[in-house]
């Protein structure tokens, strides 16, 4: 059983379930989850939990999000990003540096952002882009995101560059559908790069094409309680037994804090409690 997280880079055109697919083929192993969803035509850091880590999924840190953008003013899609059809068209004359710059000041901080109509959120149980692809017009609802920052890295006429750094929900392709309603144009995603989540960063992703049957897969893992949003307290081997097998004797005194606290042994997280009075909320385990 391999137990912890992948820093997976995410190739374009292939799914977050198709990246999971494919770690499960190569691995063996069915305990195979992702945080932190990347659309297809997005590329990137893709957060993957193995074997018993697929439980601390609920407590990984995933902020902040960092993405490289790039804009084309003059077409709008459907979906927002290159892969849809044309939905409106706009000319010159298209904005300069300083204009961008003046719009990109309506997106920093808390926000309340339309989500794309093609997206995974659900409207009436269904998925919305299930209902545009039989020909509905789902109209979601508004929801509060943080945008940390937005600035502009390059780009001329019709094409920019943004750097994003955004909390989870956020659709960089509805910031770039309504920063072209601000400009007076139709805007669409060119391309999406995803070069960090949490502490998770492009600089130590691992690229599917690398990875084979013969990969030493433990040593590719993570596994430090730090990746994780909870406080985490030490424990000794000598209690991992017990703690394995779910004793309440076995989680030692914790003092100062409270809630949700993870338990490691050897930088490897073996047990998630709640208190006080403390109890379980998962048994983790420890090879």
């Not at 949490?198 to 992703?205: H, R, Y």
């Not at 040593?219 to 209690?239: D, E, K, M, Y």
Request: aromatic share 6%.
């Amino acid at each position: 059983m391999l137990n912890g997280f992948l820093n997976l880079y995410k190739p374009l055109g292939m799914s977050s379930h198709q990246a999971v697919s494919k770690i499960r083929m190569m691995t063996g192993q069915k305990q195979v989850g992702h945080a932190g969803t990347l659309d297809p035509m997005a590329e990137g850091v893709l957060p993957i939990a193995m074997g018993s880590y697929t439980r601390l999924l609920e407590w990984t840190n995933l902020v902040p999000k960092v993405y490289h953008a790039h804009m084309t003013l003059g077409t709008q899609t459907h979906s927002g990003d290159r892969e849809g059809y044309v939905v409106a068209e706009s000319g010159a004359p298209f904005p300069n540096v300083d204009q961008i710059a003046t719009v990109l000041r309506w997106f920093r901080g808390e926000i309340l952002q339309f989500p794309p109509q093609v997206s995974a959120l659900k409207q009436g149980g269904r998925r919305a882009y299930d209902l545009v692809r039989h020909g509905r017009t789902p109209w979601l609802a508004p929801r509060h995101t943080v945008v940390e920052d937005i600035r502009l890295t390059g780009g001329q006429n019709r094409c920019w560059s943004l750097e994003l750094t955004v909390g989870s929900g956020t659709y960089i392709r509805a910031i770039v559908r309504d920063m072209g309603f601000i400009l007076g144009h139709a805007a669409s995603l060119q391309s999406l790069l995803r070069v960090r989540v949490g502490s998770f960063t492009l600089e130590n992703a691992h690229r599917l094409d690398q990875l084979n049957q013969h990969t030493d897969w433990k040593r590719l893992l993570l596994t430090r309680p730090s990746l994780l949003t909870i406080p985490a307290v030490a424990v000794t081997g000598r209690a991992i037994p017990d703690l394995v097998h779910g004793k309440i004797s076995a989680i030692p005194h914790i003092e100062g804090e409270s809630g949700v606290v993870s338990l490691s042994c050897d930088n490897v997280v073996v047990a998630v409690v709640e208190g006080p009075p403390w109890r379980f909320r998962k048994v983790i385990g420890k090879e």
